[in-house]
């Protein structure tokens, strides 16, 4: 009860995002209309998961730990699931050696950057965080388009007000379900797809509240209650 989330620096940097969200907002479209999948690229950020690990393999350490990454598994995963749009853009950290990106290149897994707005061309959007949460991902929220969110410690203003199933579609994190929960966005099902519209407009609702006057005047607000209480004055 005294921890303060703050904004993080890019959301602080692009003005709460304010123009990268205006151009989303002049070129939406209902979210029927969208390709029928789910999109995401990022760079290889992140720790490796000892679920990822397969211990019966020979694989070096060097290659092993940037395989066991949470992205790269999901990126791995969409080989097998047309639905499944997703990409690694930057090779970073346990993934930025030869041997790493050699194997990253071996499974096709490597792609150009695409700007957030061309994300919304599609029903979803990953949200797979990496040494925290992910960059932007209020952006994804008021995208139109649906967040696949898998479940991560890391937390923030915004999604510390998230909801399963009412802001984003909740992906375990060891990603048992992850052809399951992601393939809603392929489904030709009214149902389905009403269901979906609901959830990115609950999301955008939400990111709607996190402007970058609005953030500014929370964390003031919060901090003077934090000093309020402890005696310690501005």
């Known amino acids: 009860d ?36 789910v999109f995401w690229r990022g760079s290889t950020t992140g720790a490796p998961a000892a679920a990822f690990r397969n211990e019966n393999t020979d694989t070096p350490a060097i290659v092993a730990d940037c395989l066991a990454l949470p992205r790269v598994q999901a990126a791995l995963r969409a080989a097998s699931a047309p639905w499944l749009d997703l990409g690694l853009s930057a090779p970073a950290q346990y993934c930025d050696n030869a041997p790493a990106r050699a194997a990253l290149e071996a499974h096709s897994l490597l792609r150009g950057h695409v700007q957030t707005p061309e994300w919304a061309a599609h029903r979803g959007m990953l949200e797979i965080d990496g040494n925290a949460n992910a960059w932007g991902a209020i952006v994804r929220l008021a995208s139109g388009s ?17 909801k399963d199933w009412v802001h984003h579609v909740p992906i375990a994190a060891d990603l048992t379900d992850f052809e399951l929960m992601t393939s809603l966005a392929a489904s030709a099902e009214p149902a389905v797809l009403d269901r979906l519209t609901t959830i990115a407009a609950n999301a955008r609702a939400l990111a709607a509240e996190f402007t970058y006057e609005a953030e500014v005047a929370r964390v003031a607000r919060e901090l003077d209650a934090v000093w309020a209480g402890s005696g310690v004055s501005a």
Do not use: C, M
């Not at 959301?11 to 002049?26: K, S």
């Not at 649906?146 to 998230?162: E, I």
């Open 2 to 37: 005294r921890v303060v989330l703050g904004p993080d620096y890019h959301f602080i940097e692009n003005d709460g995002f304010r123009d990268t969200i205006a151009a989303l907002d002049a070129r939406r479209t209902p979210l029927r209309v969208r390709a029928a999948s």
């Open 146 to 162: 649906v967040t696949f969110k898998v479940a991560s410690p890391w937390v923030n203003a915004y999604n510390s007000r998230q």
